[in-house]
């Protein structure tokens, strides 16, 4: 068994991908075959002693896509550069189309419908409804042809898939449109013989209704776009070029032709480009990249670096153990799309209604057609009015609006809070949520170090050992030194001058300066060891081992040798995180934290909290293990993060929402973002999300009720028993009816309380 990839061209949406799976599966040999419309990749898994690779070309070739097998040493970056370049354009041509669409709909739009405006829109006599019927209806013949020209994918699309047996919202739009247009092409033959006719065109409907689905698919499209500029982002990540140490001599080269086993050298200030092992040198890198942890990690000799991560202080010399695809980073690129191919689709509301009312309406047709024609012996003309009043009475217009409506009147009340929701399937999704993981940097807590504890020894004070410590650290560039810093001029201390040659950096331990003539350390444990002051810390030791177990990092400040004090550095938690976690245990929602840092800091943090689970120490791929174990248990999970690290578990949950201050790559990668960072939003999301659905339910059902009432009527029912056939006057206005209170129940949902 092998398993390859390949890229496949020509499809569009789901039903394309799902049809790529359906005739690959079907192959003798063929184990899996998953297709991801987003990457427009198929990863397939078959025994190659009875399938070749021709074979499975030539089987996606009949479906009507292309497969191209791609280049086993996959270039990543490349490929993904490519793909955005083909979206780029594809959004750019569908925006044309759009633009086409509206340029022709807004002036059929006023002609067909300004006489009745109250008084009435003015119009040229050549073309008005009174004084030239046959040119007021040509024009709108006209008029109509090139919007349903740009719009030719509906119907293309939704004919195929109606055909296959799985009518979607495409299909509801070429059937309803398609019937108006048909049945205003006949109207359009009468009006040379019955100038009345001219009341009876429906190119407007058909007309506009395609122009806006066309804008809610363009929308669609940008939002798609977003996840594989997410993947390109963090492929950025890794510098291009790297330093190579060869001979003693250094050589800046591409870092696609660095090898396993050549050192490298890695500058203060530098991004890492290769995963490697350190042979020489120290640092602190930050590597929240992959670990989410704010707070740097000190390297050494003999310590893991990985691709991506931020040198801060120190120069250091790497031995690369990983390159290309192998990489941490590459990983992670795959673990995104592998989440991206898995993640169900979501099937919408109105497709499942389309599904049933469709075929259902269009047999109506048919048969009430036959009927009059084989029993009741009418005319050809009579038996084509049957048909058509029966698919124009049906017209899925407010169909097609109950579940756009409700998502835009919802979305907006998103905005308006802060909270943007990136498609129609986030709200679907959020109004079934039962489970919500949270990461704990920067979405539970703050995100950033602050001082949280000042121990000062005898002899010194708070305000003594903060202003020591925080004047040493203003030549420093680390995070736990700006934290000191930024307490000290909170609090308004004056700091000590630092003279130019008057300090130094102890690469992986901490600072020591000049400070009004005395010398002045600020670091960890091992500096104080460097320093051979650990009897003078002694006495304190046992809160130090205590703040740390809290997960706060203890600083030691010594001045001219003594222990002047600890100053304790944490990532603290949100004003709201609690008050926020307490809300959703009473929505009825399991909360787990999700984090890479320690044990003993997670748990801490989760106690503060009132968290009921907490699973610590997970890197990016073991977080998207955890949340497809959640939802193998059948819960629907939503995820919360910021971090680069997070994006590959917001993706593979149902719902991923990104907080607001968080990394791009996160920000692209969820499904919605909490534009101000405050967990209470979390809430209020899925409250919203119930509400909208809600709503298209009740929407879907008045445009339903409607659309039926009249069916059986357009059929003929009435003319059977001596009454009238169905007036295309009655049917607009039944039309009409169901639209209006579609966006009136709609609209409803701005008065919603959050």
């Given at each position: ?13 789901a039903a394309c991908s799902s049809a790529v799976e359906r005739v690959t599966r079907k192959l003798a040999g ?278 991506g991560s931020v040198n801060y202080n120190g120069a250091m010399e790497i031995e690369v153990t990983r390159v ?431």
């Amino acid at each position: 068994m092998i398993t390859e990839v390949y890229n496949i061209e020509g499809m569009s949406c789901a039903a394309c991908s799902s049809a790529v799976e359906r005739v690959t599966r079907k192959l003798a040999g063929v184990s899996q075959s998953s297709v991801n419309l987003t990457t427009a990749k198929m990863t397939i898994t078959y025994d190659e002693t009875q399938v070749t690779r021709e074979k499975i070309e030539e089987k996606v070739g009949r479906a009507g896509f292309k497969a191209i097998l791609a280049a086993p040493g996959r270039d990543l970056k490349k490929e993904e550069e490519e793909l955005f370049t083909k979206q780029e354009e594809g959004l750019k041509k569908s925006f044309h189309r759009l633009l086409v669409a509206v340029c022709f709909a807004v002036p059929l739009l006023y002609i067909a419908m300004g006489h009745m405006v109250p008084g009435g829109l003015p119009l040229p006599p050549m073309i008005d409804m009174h004084q030239n019927p046959v040119n007021f209806t040509l024009i709108q013949l006209a008029l109509t042809i090139p919007v349903l020209i740009a719009g030719k994918k509906f119907y293309t699309g939704g004919m195929r898939a109606l055909v296959k047996g799985n009518p979607n919202m495409d299909s509801l739009v070429a059937v309803g449109t398609g019937s108006a247009f048909l049945y205003s092409l006949v109207k359009t033959v009468q009006v040379f013989s019955n100038p009345m006719a001219a009341h009876q065109l429906y190119y407007e409907s058909a007309a506009v209704v395609v122009t806006l689905v066309m804008v809610g698919k363009y929308m669609e499209g940008r939002s798609k776009g977003k996840t594989s500029e997410a993947i390109r982002k963090l492929m950025e990540l890794a510098p291009d070029t790297a330093v190579l140490l060869e001979n003693g001599a250094e050589h800046e080269v591409a870092t696609e032709t660095v090898a396993v086993g050549q050192h490298i050298l890695i500058k203060p200030g530098s991004r890492v480009p290769l995963d490697g092992r350190v042979v020489e040198g120290s640092s602190s890198v930050d590597e929240s990249m992959l670990t989410g942890e704010s707070i740097p990690v000190e390297k050494a000799a003999g310590d893991e670096v990985i691709g991506g991560s931020v040198n801060y202080n120190g120069a250091m010399e790497i031995e690369v153990t990983r390159v290309g695809g192998d990489t941490t980073l590459s990983k992670i690129v795959r673990m995104m799309e592998d989440a991206q191919g898995k993640k169900a689709p979501i099937s919408k509301l109105a497709d499942r209604v389309a599904g049933i009312f469709v075929p259902t309406v269009m047999a109506i047709a048919a048969v009430a057609a036959l009927l009059w024609w084989l029993v009741g012996g009418q005319e050809l003309s009579f038996v084509l009015t049957i048909f058509v009043s029966v698919l124009v009475i049906a017209c899925p217009c407010a169909l097609g609006l109950a579940t756009p409506t409700a998502i835009m009147v919802g979305t907006g009340v998103g905005a308006g809070h802060g909270i943007l929701i990136k498609s129609g399937e986030a709200l679907e999704t959020g109004q079934r949520v039962d489970t919500v993981v949270l990461d704990k940097t920067g979405t539970i807590t703050e995100g950033k170090p602050k001082v949280t504890d000042i121990l000062p020894a005898a002899g010194f004070s708070e305000e003594e050992v903060l202003r020591l410590a925080a004047s040493g650290e203003q030549a420093s560039e680390h995070p736990l030194g700006a934290a000191i810093l930024a307490c000290a001029r909170e609090r308004e201390l004056e700091l000590f001058a630092l003279p130019a040659d008057g300090f130094e950096n102890q690469t992986g331990q901490g600072i020591v300066a000049m400070l009004d003539g005395k010398e002045t350390a600020v670091g960890n444990l091992r500096l104080v060891k460097a320093l051979g002051a650990e009897e003078a810390f002694a006495p304190h030791m046992a809160r130090a081992e205590q703040m740390s177990a809290e997960g706060k990092t203890p600083m030691f400040v010594l001045s001219e040798g003594k222990a002047a004090g600890i100053i304790a550095v944490a990532d603290t938690i949100k004003e709201t995180s609690i008050a926020a976690i307490d809300a959703m245990k009473a929505m009825g929602i399991d909360v787990y934290m999700l984090t890479g840092d320690n044990r003993k800091t997670a748990e801490y943090i989760g106690k503060q909290a009132h968290l009921p689970h907490v699973i610590a120490e997970v890197l990016p791929n073991e977080k998207l293990g955890v949340i497809s174990g959640l939802q193998s248990e059948g819960k629907t999970v939503m995820m919360v993060g910021d971090g680069i690290n997070d994006a590959p578990a917001l993706i593979q949950a149902d719902l991923g929402a990104a907080i607001g201050s968080g990394s791009d790559i996160a920000l692209e990668s969820g499904d919605m973002v909490l534009m101000k960072s405050d967990l209470m939003d979390v809430c209020r999301a899925i409250r919203l999300s119930r509400a909208t659905i809600r709503n298209v339910k009740q929407n879907l059902f008045w445009a339903f009720f409607y659309n039926s009432l009249g069916i059986p009527v357009a059929a003929g029912l009435l003319y059977l028993f001596g009454g009238p056939l169905l007036s295309p006057m009655i049917g607009g206005f039944a039309m009409s009816l169901s639209s209006v209170c579609v966006v009136s129940n709609a609209l409803r949902l701005r008065g919603l309380k959050l």
